[in-house]
C-alpha cells in the first residue's frame, strides 16, 4: 500500500514540476490598449437619446409595432381594424424621432391595403382610410346643387 501512495506521489509531483518547464506566454501585438489610462480630450457621451421610431423584425405584425410605439412613448394604441397586417420591407425604411413623421410613414406603408394610422390626442389609432374624411369625400354643398356661378343649361329644342 505504501509502494503505491509513493509511486501516485511521484507521478503527482512529476506532472506538477512539468507545468513549470512550460514557455512563457507569447508577447501579443495588435490593436489592443492598455487599461486604467485617461483619454487624451474628453468624449460626449448623451445620457438620455430622443426615441426612434422604427420597426423591428422582432414586432412581426403592424399592430405588434404599434402597441409598441404607443407603450414607449406613453401613448395608448386606439387599433379599429378588423385584421392585422404583417410588417413588410416598405416599414423597414422609417426611422424617425417625430411619432406624427412616423404614422404618417406607415400609412403610406399600408396604403394600399387601406389601412390610415393617425396620433389622436395622446392615442396612436389605426383605422380604414375609407373611414377618414377627407376633402375628396366631403362635399362642400349639397351634391345635386348647381354652383350659384354656372349658368343654367337649356335643352336644345326640337324644331
Same mark, same amino acid.
Given at each position: 500500500? *505504501? *509502494? $503505491?501512495?509513493?509511486?501516485i506521489f511521484i507521478a503527482v509531483a512529476a506532472v506538477a514540476m512539468s507545468g513549470c518547464a512550460t514557455k512563457p506566454a507569447p508577447d501579443f /501585438? /495588435? !490593436?489592443w490598449k492598455p487599461v486604467n489610462r485617461f483619454d487624451a480630450a474628453p468624449t460626449e457621451i448623451p445620457l438620455y437619446t430622443s426615441y426612434a421610431f422604427q420597426a423591428s423584425p422582432m414586432d412581426g405584425t403592424l399592430k405588434a409595432m404599434l402597441e409598441r410605439w404607443a407603450a414607449d412613448s406613453g401613448m395608448s394604441l386606439d387599433y379599429r381594424l378588423g385584421s392585422d397586417y404583417t410588417l413588410h420591407g /416598405? =416599414? &423597414? !425604411?422609417? &426611422? @424617425? @424621432? &417625430? $411619432? *406624427? *413623421? #412616423? =404614422? #404618417?410613414?406607415v400609412t403610406t406603408a399600408y396604403a394600399a391595403q387601406g389601412v390610415y394610422v393617425s396620433i389622436v390626442g395622446n392615442k396612436i389609432v389605426a383605422g380604414s382610410s375609407a373611414a377618414v374624411p377627407t376633402a375628396a369625400t366631403t362635399p362642400a354643398s349639397a351634391p345635386n346643387a348647381t354652383p350659384a356661378s354656372a349658368p343654367a343649361e337649356t335643352a336644345p329644342s326640337g324644331s
Open positions: 500500500m *505504501q *509502494q $503505491a501512495l509513493l509511486k /501585438g /495588435g !490593436r /416598405g =416599414v &423597414s !425604411r422609417i &426611422s @424617425t @424621432t &417625430s $411619432a *406624427q *413623421q #412616423a =404614422v #404618417a410613414d
